[in-house]
């Protein structure tokens, strides 16, 4: 492999540690998008739905959308090469941190409704923000699911970069190679 495609190599322990941290994110995000309900069995909302159990969900998806953004923010200020991979995966990790985002905002949106619903004056202010709960909601959990898949994406450009890692050779030593001996009088090497 050319010197300066080795060099342009994020280090193989920090990719493998990105990608540890990433698959961890991805499952969350993914098991979120499918743990968190807000209709009961028979697809209604409860009567009076919790708010407290809301509130959870939107700390939840802030939790995420802060890691996701400090790893992404990590990783790009850590990029020391311009290469198709690092584009690549900054452009998956910028994704993932605004998909996290408006998940986070939906399940706020969400929350906030259910505190309304019991100060709803009509019946028909009652069934506006249901809806509105019910929207927000789902719309948050598909912001979830697309975080996952765009963290999965950059995983797999990760995947693809620890390949390039497997066919560069790797020094055995930190140390540079001895320089040959300078040429003697003659101008033959010694």
């Known amino acids: 492999m050319e010197p300066t495609v080795q060099r342009n190599l994020i280090p193989r322990d920090d990719t493998l540690h990105l990608v540890g941290a990433l698959d961890a994110l ?69 994704r993932a941190s605004t998909m996290a985002a408006h998940a986070a905002s939906h ?31 789902a719309t948050a959990r598909a912001y979830l699911r697309r975080t996952s898949e765009a963290l999965r994406d950059a995983v797999k450009e990760l995947n693809g970069h620890l390949d390039s890692h497997r066919m560069s050779p790797t020094p055995s030593h930190r140390e540079s190679p001895v320089p040959p001996p300078p040429p003697g009088p003659s101008g033959r090497h010694r």
């Open 107 to 137: 399940f706020s949106e969400t929350a906030e409704a259910a505190f309304r619903l019991p100060r709803a004056s009509t019946p028909a202010d009652q069934h506006y923000v249901k809806n509105h709960m019910v929207i927000d909601h």
């Open 26 to 94: 991805k499952a969350k995000a993914a098991d979120n998008a499918q743990k968190w309900h807000l209709l009961d069995e028979s697809g209604h909302i409860p009567a009076e739905p919790s708010f407290t159990e809301l509130f959870e969900h939107v700390s939840g998806a802030q939790d995420l959308s802060r890691d996701i953004l400090r790893l992404t923010g990590d990783f790009a200020t850590s990029l020391q090469s311009t290469s198709r991979a690092d584009h690549a995966t900054l452009d998956h990790l910028a």
